[in-house]
């Protein structure tokens, strides 16, 4: 299976790049024009680089690059939390989303979105309380990375139907990103069990890197969690 990977060089893209190479898996790596590339990137057969800005392509140009693709995950963050592009995360679903479709796949392509223990996923999560209810809308201010990661896992919620022909999907929901250099024991839930916004949990991302991969290459972890929003937490 090839997997492509956007934002592929960010703090957990690339723990997702080296994990998926590592399991055999081939892997079309998105990644920005000036970034720098691991040396072992580059003498790797099982990867392809695609420098470009992912905002600023078209669908039928992304289409050519999704050709032979079984797979989608983002890891896309901001570079700056008050720069521009204000919409990264949602604006790159959606043309993903879009490329997926000029593609006509013959099977339908897994897309994983790496998003947030704050965003509320009204299916499965416990009614917000009033203070969370303030917190969010001071993050939707303040904040501008969090409404982004909202709007993005609401269109994959709200436009891509569980049964829809294209594309089946996966929300990952990590809690308080932390880095490691080790995959460490963790846990998957439907929804969080700790207050993302009062009392948060940790996320390391290698290990939401390592879930991530797991959900590519494991077809169990896929059928179980697909068309989910999990939260994961380190252990």
Same mark, same amino acid.
């Given at each position: ?37 691991? =040396? ?51 604006? @790159? ?17 897994? %897309? ?12 499965? *999560?416990?009614?917000?309380? %009033? ?16 409404? =982004?990661?909202?709007?993005? @896992? ?42 993302? %916004? %009062? ?23 896929? *059928? ?12």
């Amino acid at each position: 299976m090839t997997t492509l990977v956007a934002g592929a060089t960010g703090k957990t893209g690339h723990h997702l790049v080296d994990q998926l190479l590592q399991s055999g898996e081939k892997v079309k790596a998105i990644v920005r024009p000036g970034s720098r590339i691991p =040396d072992d990137w580059k003498r790797n057969e099982h990867l392809e680089i695609v420098r470009l800005e992912i905002t600023q392509v078209s669908p039928e140009e992304l289409a050519g690059h999704l050709e032979g693709c079984r797979a989608i995950a983002s890891c896309l963050g901001h570079r700056t939390i008050y720069g521009s592009p204000r919409y990264l995360v949602r604006d @790159a679903v959606r043309l993903l989303c879009d490329a997926v479709s000029e593609t006509t796949p013959a099977h339908p392509v897994r %897309f994983i979105l790496m998003n947030t223990a704050g965003y509320h996923n009204p299916e499965t *999560d416990p009614p917000l309380t %009033f203070f969370q209810k303030v917190i969010i809308r001071l993050l939707r201010v303040l904040l501008p990375p969090h409404p =982004d990661n909202e709007q993005a @896992a609401s269109y994959l919620h709200d436009h891509i139907e569980k049964d829809h022909i294209n594309i089946t999907w996966v929300v990952v929901r990590p809690d308080n990103l932390t880095t490691e250099e080790e995959i460490t024991p963790y846990s998957i839930h439907p929804s969080p069990t700790r207050d993302p %916004f %009062f009392k948060p949990g940790k996320s390391s991302r290698i290990n939401v890197a390592h879930f991530m991969a797991s959900l590519i290459t494991e077809e169990s972890i896929w *059928d179980k969690w697909k068309g989910r929003m999990p939260v994961i937490y380190n252990e």
